[in-house]
């Protein structure tokens, strides 16, 4: 008895000394899974991970990382975005460090990490935390295998608000994510939702601005391929999104609104590219209708293209360097010498009537010219190129009506002069008509039955309208600028009629 007591002593001394060992290595390893996580954001030359504080214990670990957001000279910088996030690493082969965290998983593998954000990290994360108060804003829940995949759950908790700072009232559904990534990044799929938004700002603090959200959702579908370029699609899609300015009372609407963007190989050394947006239905002000928009990039350099990027990168962490500029050229040159090809083709329905168009453009290399001294140089990049354009002939009219129509008011308004709206519209619609006859007149458009056509191609250095050459450098046509004694002016009597000289 006494010698199998001591057998069974043996064995659980050997089973605790390995569970420790297992934890000890599950926490150097874990360790590394974070430092080649954080190279891996490295490469996204807007955002800068630095880590703030790391401390490795044996059955769990914790770090502090600094997200820090690279903005343009043109970017506002009143509010920094950046901020840090508090990650609580609990070590395998089982994470019983976390066994009293709520979420944390009991299951086999090589670590499970908790990030939240650090709510003294910035004024924004300050703000978040004080609105969900005792309920962490932002939760990630990972769980790390023993090769370094990854499944992640990422949760907001429902918030509903009234009467808060610029707040009127705001309902949030809250936030669900699920991703997972594979080994050393080489692939990553997930996705993101969100329910519902409503939010109403008091009229003192943003005019009383709306902001309605439903049916939010982000897929990610990439995997890292030649090049070591990530391939697949990511995708936006929202079931409503609506935009109101109770000062103006103009909305923006937009209903099942998709943007899609993929890169794929295309050959043994390129990739090819396109965005994609599609609505069924936009309302901007007055105007509303379905449409759509692709754009496309084939024949681009697969070297080039990581080069690209990782010349980006750089610039991102040397922006003083003064061989930037040399570089990009370099870098440009090569790719063109692919013959890249741009393609955007575009649609829309509206009450007015329809529009289709389609560009494409085919790229070559370019002289060595100082671009700096001769911008023109820029014109031999361009091989060749051609345009179609289809437009209802009532919406051309009503979109251009519209737009001179607001040239005349803001004029008459800065001149201190009552205008006459009807006035005002008479003589855009003059304007218009006789822009149109013009255009016609020079062959640049075609009336055909309900609808102006156009076409256009360039090629050998030469571009042709509809058929006919067209001198480049050249600018003809009249100034069709509006004087000051065009503006139409509300007579003294009330009578609704144009002042003209």
Do not use: C
């Not at 109770?246 to 043994?268: E, K, M, R, S, Y």
């Not at 440009?332 to 090809?341: A, F, I, N």
Request: aromatic share 6%.
């Amino acid at each position: 008895m006494k010698k199998l007591v001591g057998v069974i002593v043996v064995i659980l001394v050997l089973a605790a000394a390995g569970f420790v060992g297992a934890a000890y290595w599950s926490g150097m390893q874990a360790e590394r899974w974070y430092r080649e996580a954080l190279a891996e954001g490295a490469k996204n030359p807007n955002v800068k991970f630095s880590t703030t504080r790391y401390e490795r214990g044996l059955f769990s670990s914790q770090s502090i990382t600094r997200v820090q957001f690279v903005l343009s000279e043109g970017e506002s910088k009143e509010i920094d975005p950046s901020f840090s996030i508090r990650q609580d690493i609990y070590h395998g082969p089982l994470p019983l460090a976390g066994r009293n965290v709520s979420g944390v998983p009991m299951q086999w593998g090589g670590a499970v990490i908790r990030a939240t954000l650090d709510p003294d990290s910035s004024a924004w994360t300050r703000e978040l935390a004080k609105l969900y108060g005792k309920l962490e804003p932002v939760e990630a829940i990972s769980r790390v295998g023993f090769d370094g995949a990854s499944d992640t759950r990422i949760t907001m908790p429902p918030l509903t608000l009234s009467n808060v700072e610029d707040l009127q009232s705001l309902k949030f559904s809250g936030l669900q994510g699920q991703f997972q990534v594979a080994p050393r990044a080489a692939a990553v799929q997930g996705k993101l939702t969100v329910a519902s938004l409503d939010l109403i700002g008091k009229p003192e603090a943003s005019g009383g601005a709306q902001v309605k959200l439903n049916g939010l959702n982000v897929n990610v579908n990439q995997r890292k391929g030649a090049f070591d370029l990530l391939f697949g699609d990511s995708s936006i899609g929202v079931g409503e999104l609506r935009v109101q300015d109770q000062t103006t009372g103009t909305p923006f609407v937009a209903t099942n609104l998709a943007i899609t963007g993929a890169l794929n190989p295309q050959g043994a050394q390129q990739v090819a590219g396109e965005v994609a947006i599609k609505a069924d239905k936009v309302t901007v002000d007055q105007q509303s209708g379905s449409g759509s928009l692709r754009l496309a990039l084939r024949n681009l350099d697969g070297v080039t293209v990581a080069r690209l990027q990782q010349w980006q990168q750089k610039l991102a962490n040397q922006p003083e360097d003064p061989g930037a500029l040399d570089e990009l050229m370099k870098l440009l040159k090569t790719l063109l010498r692919g013959k890249p090809e741009f393609t955007l083709d575009s649609q829309a329905k509206l009450a007015q009537g329809d529009w289709q168009g389609k560009l494409t453009l085919n790229f070559q290399d370019f002289s060595e010219a100082n671009l700096l001294l001769d911008p023109s140089a820029l014109l031999g990049a361009v091989e060749k190129g051609a345009a179609e354009v289809a437009a209802s002939k009532a919406l051309v009219e009503a979109l251009l009506i519209g737009t001179i129509k607001e040239q005349l008011m803001a004029q008459a308004q800065a001149q201190g002069k009552p205008a006459s709206e009807p006035a005002v519209q008479n003589l855009a619609a003059q304007q218009v008509a006789q822009q149109l006859q013009g255009l016609t007149t020079a062959g640049f458009i075609r009336l055909e039955g309900n609808q102006y056509r156009s076409s256009a191609r360039f090629e050998g250095g030469k571009l042709w309208v509809n058929g006919q050459e067209i001198p480049l450098g050249i600018t003809a046509g009249a100034d069709d600028g509006v004087t000051e004694d065009e503006i139409p002016l509300e007579p003294d009597d009330g009578a609704e009629e144009p002042t003209r000289n």
